[in-house]
C-alpha cells in the first residue's frame, strides 16, 4: 500500500540546520509531486510548497522562500526538507504530502535554545 | 493569491446532529477544492476533492457541494468518529492555500 514515512522528532537550536526526510513506497515516486506542509502548535495546516518528483524543481511559497529548500533522493524515493538558521517560530510539525490524498505521520521539530 | 476564508471556526454538535462547513474563496477556484479531517496528532484525511467528490472509504454521510467561489462540506448524522478539525483547501492556482480550519466539538 501507499506510505510516506517521515524521520523523526527533532530538537535544535537557534541558527542550527535540520533536514527532514519524507520516504514514499508503494507508488511510482516520480509520478506525483511532493508538498510540504507546516502546522505550528495549535494552527492551522500551511503549504509551504512542493517539488517536482520527475524533473527535482522544486518551488516555495512566498513565507518560506531563503531558509528553505526541498531536495531529492529519487533512488530512495525520497523527498527533504532542509530548513536552515533555525529560528524559534520554525517549531512546528510538518508534514510530507502526495497528491493530497497520501500524508506522511508528521515530524515535529522543536527549535529552543 | 486566492484566500479561502473558512467559517465557522468552531462548532459544537451532539451525535446525531447535521453540520454544514463553509468556505469562500477570494476568486473563482472552478471547483479545485479538497476537504481534510485531522484529528489531534494525527495528519489530515483526505475527504472530499473536486468540491463534490468523496474519496475512497469516506462515509456517505460526508458531502460537499458549491461552486465559482462558494463550498461546503455537509455532515450529516454526526458520529463520534467525526470530531475534530476539518480543512478546506483550493488547487486552482499556486500557492494552493488552505482555510483557517473548523473545530468541531463534542456538545
Known amino acids: 500500500q501507499i506510505q510516506l514515512v517521515q524521520s523523526g522528532p527533532e530538537l535544535k537550536k537557534p541558527g542550527e540546520t535540520v533536514k527532514i526526510s519524507c520516504k514514499a513506497s508503494?507508488?511510482?515516486?516520480?509520478?506525483?509531486?511532493m508538498n510540504w506542509v507546516k502546522q505550528a502548535p495549535g494552527k492551522g495546516l500551511k503549504w509551504m510548497g512542493w517539488i517536482n518528483t520527475y524533473t527535482g524543481e522544486p518551488t516555495y511559497a512566498d513565507d518560506f522562500k531563503g531558509r528553505f529548500a526541498f531536495s531529492l533522493e529519487t533512488s530512495a524515493s525520497t523527498a527533504y526538507l532542509q530548513i536552515n538558521n533555525l529560528k524559534n517560530e520554525d517549531t512546528a510539525t510538518y508534514f510530507c504530502?502526495?497528491?493530497?490524498?497520501?500524508w506522511g505521520q508528521g515530524t515535529t521539530l522543536t527549535v529552543s535554545s | 493569491d486566492i484566500q479561502m476564508t473558512q467559517s465557522p471556526a468552531s462548532l459544537s454538535a451532539s451525535v446525531g446532529e447535521t453540520v454544514t462547513i463553509t468556505c469562500r474563496a477570494s476568486?473563482?477556484?472552478?471547483?479545485?477544492l479538497a476537504w481534510y479531517q485531522q484529528k489531534q496528532g494525527k495528519s489530515p484525511q483526505l475527504l472530499v476533492y473536486?468540491?463534490?467528490t468523496l474519496a475512497d472509504g469516506v462515509p456517505s454521510r460526508f458531502s460537499g457541494s458549491g461552486s465559482g467561489t462558494q463550498y461546503s462540506l455537509k455532515i450529516n448524522s454526526l458520529q463520534p468518529e467525526d470530531f475534530g478539525s476539518y480543512y478546506c483547501q483550493h488547487f486552482w492556482s499556486t500557492p494552493p492555500t488552505f482555510g483557517a480550519g473548523t473545530k468541531l466539538e463534542l456538545k
Open positions: 473536486n468540491a463534490k
Open positions: 508503494g507508488y511510482t515516486f516520480t509520478n506525483y509531486g
Open positions: 476568486g473563482n477556484i472552478h471547483n479545485y
Open positions: 504530502a502526495s497528491g493530497g490524498l497520501y
